[in-house]
């Protein structure tokens, strides 16, 4: 079973169309991530999310939007596509516990979706 | 700037022999750390793990390492086999990060010569 997946897992298109990625997780966790991956590696952060908190990467444009219609999805659309938006982006959950609220357990990783705009 | 980041972006290594791959980290309220491998066209996966309060962990064929002092941290991977061939990435929660943000460093890929 797939702990964690993505749907698609390659997504071309032109610029300034609007394209979702779907993510779900069966794991049962309470938060769940995006990550964008660059041509070098790089992965950062873009949101996380549990049905308490949003919390959004100060860097990323509001064309990026989280949405989930439930604890095991995490949806993300993107508006106005740009060049600079082509990338890896995965999707992540994971059981938030400890102290203050901050998850002291790993983060399950989605097989990422290909994202490249022409 | 980033907070994390590797010493070696790539590391080359014998079948056989150890690898190691190092990591240095600049939030000093940093308290768990997270090693993962990421396989060509694959999502990142967990390796091992450790929390501030310790500093070594011990897993199958694999050590993690944190010298706080110095804020390093570094993988050793004993007997590296050509599935060890990846890029491999230290993470860090930084203290009052919330819901687990995790802060990834740039990736050391490590090739396996057979």
């Known amino acids: 079973d797939t702990a964690v997946s993505q749907t698609p897992k390659y997504l071309v298109t032109q610029m300034g169309n609007d394209k979702s990625i779907k993510c779900e997780q069966n794991?049962?966790?309470?938060?769940m991530y995006w990550y964008k991956q660059d041509s070098k590696k790089f992965l950062k952060i873009m949101f996380s999310?549990?049905?308490?908190?949003?919390?959004i990467n100060e860097t990323v444009p509001n064309r990026f939007s989280p949405k989930s219609p439930d604890k095991a999805h995490l949806n993300l659309h993107i508006n106005s596509l740009e060049l600079g938006d082509s990338a890896v982006y995965f999707c992540?959950?994971?059981?938030?516990?400890?102290?203050?609220?901050?998850?002291?357990?790993?983060?399950?990783f989605g097989p990422g979706t290909r994202l490249t705009v022409l | 700037g980033e907070s994390v980041g590797l010493h070696l972006p790539t590391l080359s290594v014998q079948e056989g022999d150890n690898s190691i791959i190092n990591c240095a980290y600049s939030?000093?309220?940093?308290?768990?750390f997270i090693w993962y491998k990421q396989e060509s066209g694959k999502g990142p996966q967990f390796i091992i793990d450790?929390?501030?309060?310790?500093d070594k962990r011990q897993g199958q064929r694999v050590t993690v390492l944190l010298n706080k002092t110095v804020k390093h941290l570094s993988l050793q991977i004993a007997a590296t086999q050509p599935g060890d061939s990846a890029v491999y990435f230290c993470?860090?929660?930084?203290?009052?990060?919330?819901?687990?943000?995790?802060?990834f460093g740039k990736g050391t890929k490590l090739s396996v010569k057979p």
């Open positions: 992540a959950s994971s059981q938030v516990s400890g102290v203050s609220g901050r998850a002291y357990n790993e983060q399950f």
């Open positions: 794991l049962g966790h309470d938060t």
């Open positions: 450790i929390r501030s309060n310790m």
């Open positions: 993470a860090e929660n930084p203290n009052g990060g919330s819901q687990g943000n995790l802060i």
């Open positions: 999310y549990n049905n308490k908190e949003l919390i």
């Open positions: 939030n000093s309220a940093s308290d768990y």
